[in-house]
């Protein structure tokens, strides 16, 4: 019976080792850790033009160097999807194609080549009167497309063809889409949309958190045991907006017909870019529609200064971003 | 000098003339003389004025009763066959210490020179003398000695046997079984007897074909009954391989009884075939890895590339697994393996034959482009009764069988999986794991067989399967704040069987059966999506075969795949500018596509064999697919020509039509994408040809080497050309206004290879094989595109398997597996979508890398006792991957694909298990 129940916990054993053996690998990184350059999203104002109206589109990134960032645009009135314009990789882009251009009108400024000679992060897009194309749920929509580069030069890649790469010996880039909604208002009875916009960011031990600004840099301690050992000290973020970021609209009900009318739930994204946190985002939910985004972080094992950035979306094109600063010791 | 195959066919040339004139008797074809002494075993099976038992009875104990070791024809007189005489002649017989006959008299005679002649016979026959005590002592018998004249034409001219069964026993040794008892019990219930002559081989000449049951008996080994199907004029030679009875007293004998059966395994069988090439149970329940079950045996076969981990997917010559057609009895079934494949949804013991067809299957198989899986359900034992119990970490399972009546039989098993429980413990307690998965699964059969009749066999069979997998996530994924709480994902079937197997008349069978079931596919995740995909599949098929002549044997028949169908859909419809995994502005919709399917097809297939040896199958199937209007005719053939003995070829070329999912040919609206259909009703079968060319050989020939009498080999290439294949359309072309269809016929491939077998049959110590496939498969997913190989793409898939049994009851077996790693398309790169706050990869060059080869050993080790009673106990222990290789079995990316890692699967891994029989 002994050598019975030794041998059951033995294979027990087994079959646990063999269950964990992906814990046993490096962990690869996660959304929240923020290591290098990253495209957080672009801030498009107003967040749904009309037709014929100018907006401004400006690329919301982060780079843990401070390197220099430029940007190549265009503007299509057809949807793009991923691998359009293919991005990652030290130094500039592993591959990739233009082919899914094709068709692509350029709308923004009209006439002009590719890829547009406006290497600002910020660019004027011009909605045209006329044309534009639907997305899958029916709402027309100009597509953005964009190249960052950190700390390089924007150029075509070497064999040839139109991928954009970013040069230099330390640079790296990134692809991005984004969409711009049309606001039309034959077919839509809700006001044109606004963008969130983030009003606080506090931090702190949990229930006693305060704010973060740029004058307030807290200090903290560094974690010397295990994450939520005493020895590591544990603390949350919180995200707050201005009362107007949850606008209310209205949309087709599908299930039960008819319209309905829905608040916009927001969901923020957190990357630090030292310690670790709970999670990278963050979203309303049905249960609290309104809640303050909290997000549990634990301090870095060794002294330095650590990097915040918080991003959000209200669903339906509306953005913001912010970041704030802690020092561990 | 004419050479062999030259004299078979002259000798088969005049044997059909001879038949075809039918008017010379069997003299005049060579055989012998057209009658078949006896004796009738249901006379011998009672006892004797002195109370002795009959000689055919089995011993038991230390008292046992004489047994015929030697059976001896009698002359039948000339005058007594003139005169058309037939019957019994009762003997007495007196048998001393030594088991010789001292004398023999006369009971009841039959006069005409018969009763001289069975005294003549008997005379010279010898028994295992009677044991009292377990010393031989004189006994006195009772013996009835049959004399029958069984060929008499209907013309009243008499003619040569209608049908011929003959063939050999041999032991697990492959040494030929002098003086084994061949019983053959015909349809209406009349018995013959012979005994083996030295070198084993007994032949019985029939006037009447049909389903003959053999019982074949030899002192010291196991009896083994064999059912065989006769058409007229059938010359069928088989091999039955006794395996010798361990010594009656526990301890040292091996684990099980029911692993010295035999259960029929065919790979590559060639079509409407006699000769069977049979994996013994005991091979089939010791290969390493397998924990004992018998269709995880079929994964070490030549054909069958090794499933990625935890898939349990057939992949057959290159080729997906949806193109595999699985079926139970003829009714077809989802799928073959619980989750992973960690067990078959069959049971081992409820088996009968599992048949595999990597390529250039008969017409009476369709819908399947690929290959074919045909488990067959084994026949309720009709005397006695018999259980088996099975506990491992993987599961828990029962067996039991026996007759209700002389007619009526059942037999029931059922199984359920405990590694959930397992994993319940274990998982919480890990730290790193994210998440609780509790698979959860068991399946059940029952046979309820009754024969009305000798010729008629009634069956009832009920057999399901349920698989759910649950996973409970711990944490939010970071990918998707949203998606937490319980995954849940199940597939089951249940599924009805009826099924009617009548011998008409002599050489014409009917085969009907008909099925009815249901099907689901439950697939749900928090409160995203739920998916349900529900069908109630009715089977009907229906076979007549008919011999014609010796030359000629057809089958007609039809079967029909129908039955409704209803795919269910309710979720989230995602705001595409929503971030990754926010449902806040998703809209909730829900879609219900309801369909009928009805898929006919009719077929005929005739065997045809010129000369002995050498059988050509030529066929013709013809489906029609009721979802895309389309019917195609798939005209097949194959032969074997057995050219010398020992030495076969075979090949096959066919063509072979599969239809379109549900989902690529249904013309249901697409919720999500307004304007377009969900598949494309419009599309054309999906079409495969095959081509094989193949040899086998049996080293048996080699008398220096007396081990390779054991050995066989068999290589077989193909080759297979695909078109029609369905493939999706771009996603940049279903922009375009007008979308074009989202499913074409563009694609096209080819897989061509080779697959060698090198298998020494298991005798009392030793089985193993190697198994061998070097293949390659590729695709064009459209026309211009460049070539790619294919997903499911091995090069080289090598299996070794060795078993050995030490004695003592202990057994010991390994296995090596070489497989070159699977393919799998890097991702080169990523799209930020700021929209949704998600990368999007960017695929390279498709399957353009592979993952490292595959290689790993695995250990069993079987310990077994035995008891008086008849029962036995057996306990194994099984070692995955003995040296705990890192087989990497896929490679993971980080959320924007800028770094990767290998995803291994099991390291070392013991499995345990017992296993109890009465």
Redesign the interface.
């Known amino acids: 019976m002994i050598r019975h129940r030794t041998f059951v916990f033995g294979a027990l054993g087994a079959i646990a080792a063999s269950t964990a053996i992906g814990s046993c690998a490096p962990p690869l990184e996660q959304p929240w850790q923020l290591t290098d350059f990253r495209v957080l999203g672009v801030t498009v104002e107003p967040p749904e033009p009309s037709r014929g109206q100018d907006v401004q589109a400006t690329l919301a990134f982060a780079d843990v160097r401070n390197r220099p960032v430029t940007v190549v645009w265009i503007a299509c009135t057809i949807p793009i999807t991923g691998g359009v314009m293919t991005g990652g990789g030290d130094g500039g882009m592993d591959g990739g194609s233009t082919s899914g251009t094709a068709g692509c009108a350029i709308v923004s400024p009209p006439g002009s080549p590719f890829p547009l000679p406006d290497l600002r992060t910020t660019v004027t897009v011009h909605i045209p009167a006329t044309g534009g194309s639907a997305d899958s749920s029916g709402r027309e929509t100009v597509t953005l497309l964009g190249f960052a580069c950190a700390g390089g030069s924007i150029g075509l890649a070497s064999d040839g063809g139109t991928t954009p790469t970013c040069r230099g010996s330390d640079a790296r880039g990134w692809s991005f889409t984004r969409s711009i909604r049309i606001h039309d208002p034959r077919t839509s009875i809700d006001p044109p949309n606004s963008n969130p916009h983030i009003s606080e960011v506090r931090f702190g031990p949990e229930g006693t958190t305060y704010p973060l600004t740029s004058d307030n840099q807290p200090t903290i301690r560094v974690c010397t045991g295990r994450a939520g050992s005493a020895t590591c000290p544990a603390f949350v973020f919180e995200v707050g907006f201005t009362d107007g970021s949850r606008e209310t609209y209205h949309t087709a009900d599908l299930v039960e017909g008819g319209i309905i009318t829905r608040p916009e739930r927001l969901t923020t994204g957190f990357a630090i870019t030292r310690g670790s946190l709970g999670g990278a985002f963050r979203t309303d939910s049905s249960a609290a529609p309104t809640s303050t985004m909290q997000n549990a972080y634990y301090a870095p094992e060794t002294p330095g200064d650590i990097h915040l950035v918080v991003y959000a979306t209200d669903g339906r094109g509306g953005f913001d971003a912010t970041d704030r600063y802690l020092h561990a010791q | 000098m004419r050479s062999r195959p030259a004299r078979r066919l002259f000798s088969g040339l005049l044997g059909s003339v001879a038949f075809v004139a039918a008017a010379s008797s069997a003299h005049a074809q060579g055989g012998p003389a057209p009658f078949a002494p006896s004796h009738d075993r249901g006379a011998n099976a009672g006892q004797d004025a002195s109370g002795s038992p009959a000689p055919a009875t089995a011993s038991t104990g230390e008292n046992a009763p004489p047994r015929l070791l030697r059976f001896v024809p009698a002359t039948y007189p000339t005058a007594a066959r003139d005169a058309g005489i037939q019957g019994s002649v009762v003997l007495q017989l007196t048998i001393d210490e030594s088991g010789h006959v001292t004398e023999a008299t006369v009971s009841e005679g039959l006069g005409h020179g018969l009763d001289e002649a069975a005294i003549a016979a008997a005379r010279q026959f010898d028994f295992s003398p009677a044991r009292q005590g377990g010393q031989p002592v004189r006994a006195r018998i009772r013996y009835r000695y049959r004399f029958t004249l069984e060929t008499v034409a209907a013309s009243g001219a008499p003619r040569g046997p209608l049908a011929v069964l003959r063939g050999t026993v041999r032991n697990a040794r492959n040494q030929a079984l002098e003086s084994a008892t061949v019983t053959l019990r015909r349809a209406d219930g009349t018995e013959s007897q012979v005994i083996t002559d030295a070198t084993g081989t007994f032949r019985f000449e029939l006037t009447a074909a049909g389903v003959l049951s053999v019982d074949v008996a030899a002192e010291g080994y196991r009896p083994y009954r064999s059912e065989e199907q006769l058409f007229p004029h059938d010359d069928v030679q088989v091999l039955y391989r006794l395996v010798a009875v361990p010594p009656p007293i526990a301890s040292s004998a091996p684990p099980s009884a029911s692993t010295e059966e035999t259960l029929t395994v065919r790979g590559t069988r060639p079509p409407r075939e006699v000769t069977r090439t049979t994996l013994e149970r005991r091979e089939l329940m010791r290969i390493p890895g397998t924990g004992g079950d018998a269709l995880r045996a079929i994964q070490n076969l030549p054909g069958l590339a090794r499933p990625p981990f935890t898939s349990g997917a057939l992949i057959v010559r290159g080729a997906s697994p949806a193109d595999t057609a699985i079926f139970a009895d003829g009714t077809v079934i989802p799928q073959l393996y619980h989750f992973g494949g960690l067990s078959s949804v069959i049971q081992t013991e409820m088996l009968d034959r599992i048949d595999f067809y990597p390529g250039n299957f008969s017409a009476r198989y369709g819908r399947a482009m690929a290959g074919i899986v045909d488990v067959g359900l084994r026949s309720p034992r009709r005397r006695g009764y018999h259980a088996v119990a099975n506990f491992n970490?993987v599961d828990v399972s029962a067996f039991a069988e026996g007759a209700i009546t002389p007619n009526l039989s059942v037999s029931l098993a059922a199984r359920r999986s405990v590694v959930d429980a397992?994993?319940g413990?274990?998982?919480p307690?890990?730290?790193?794991?994210g998440f609780t998965a509790l698979p959860v699964y068991y399946d059940y059969q029952a046979v309820i067989e009754y024969r009305p009749a000798p010729n008629h066999r009634l069956r009832l069979a009920v057999f399901g399967d349920d698989d759910t997998l649950s996973i409970i996530l711990r944490?939010?994924s970071?990918?998707a704040?949203?998606l937490a709480g319980g995954f849940s994902f199940a597939t089951r079937f249940h599924i009805a069987q009826l099924s009617w197997v009548a011998d008409l008349a002599p050489g014409t069978r009917s085969t009907l059966m008909f099925s009815v079931g249901w099907t689901n596919t439950d697939l749900s995740a928090s409160e995203m999506f739920k998916f349900q995909l529900s069908s109630f599949p009715i089977n009907a098929r229906y076979e007549l075969s008919h011999t014609f002549s010796r030359f000629l044997r057809a089958h007609f028949g039809f079967d029909i795949a129908a039955g409704p169908g209803t795919v269910s859909f309710s979720g989230l419809?995602f705001?595409?500018?929503?971030?990754?995994?926010?449902t806040?502005?998703a809209?909730?919709?829900?879609s219900d596509i309801t369909s009928f399917a009805y898929r006919p097809s009719a077929y005929v297939e005739t065997e045809i064999t010129p000369v002995p040896g050498l059988r050509i199958v030529p066929g013709l199937r013809v489906d029609w697919f009721r979802e895309i209007n389309a019917a195609i005719a798939q005209p097949r053939a194959s032969f074997r020509w057995e050219i010398v003995r020992n030495f076969a070829v075979r090949g096959g070329v066919g063509l072979y039509a599969q239809p379109p999912s549900f989902a690529q040919s249904t013309n249901a609206p697409n919720t999500?994408?307004?304007g377009q259909l969900v598949g494309n009703p419009n599309l054309r079968p999906q079409r495969a040809m095959h081509y094989a060319i193949g040899l086998e050989h049996t080293f048996d020939w080699i008398r220096a080497a007396p081990f390779l009498r054991n050995v066989t080999l068999s290589v077989e290439g193909f080759y297979k050309s695909l078109t029609d294949l369905v493939v999706g359309t771009p996603?940049?072309q279903l922009?375009q206004q007008p979308p074009p269809p989202p499913y074409s016929n563009d694609g096209t491939g080819q897989v061509f290879g080779m697959e060698m077998l090198l298998r020494y049959r298991a005798d009392e110590h030793f089985f193993g094989w190697v198994a061998y496939t070097l293949m390659r498969s590729t695709r064009v997913d459209h026309p211009g595109e460049a070539e790619h190989l294919y997903s499911y793409d091995q090069t080289h898939i090598l299996t070794t398997v060795a078993s050995y049994r030490i004695g003592w009851g202990w057994e010991v077996g390994l296995r090596f597996r070489y497989v070159t790693g699977n393919l799998y398309t890097p991702n080169?790169?990523?799209?930020?979508?700021?929209?949704t706050?998600q990368?999007?990869?960017?695929?390279?060059a498709a399957n353009s890398l592979r993952v490292a080869d595959f290689h790993q050993l695995d250990l069993r080790i079987d310990k077994g006792w035995r008891f008086r009673n008849g029962g036995s106990f057996g306990i194994f222990l099984e070692v995955l991957n003995v040296y705990n290789n890192s087989n990497q079995e896929g490679v993971?990316?980080?959320?924007?694909?800028?770094?990767?890692?290998?995803?291994?699967g099991?390291?070392?891994?013991?499995?345990?298990g017992i296993r109890g029989e009465l």
């Open positions: 970490f397992v994993l413990l274990v998982l307690r890990i730290p790193g794991v944490n939010p970071d990918q704040p949203t419809r705001d595409p500018s929503s971030p990754v995994g926010d806040s502005n809209q909730r919709i829900a999500f994408f307004r996603s940049v922009r080169i790169g990523a799209v930020y979508n700021a929209d706050f990368y999007s990869p960017t695929p390279g993971q990316y980080n959320y924007n694909y800028t770094q990767s890692q290998p995803i291994n099991l390291p070392i891994y013991p499995n345990l």
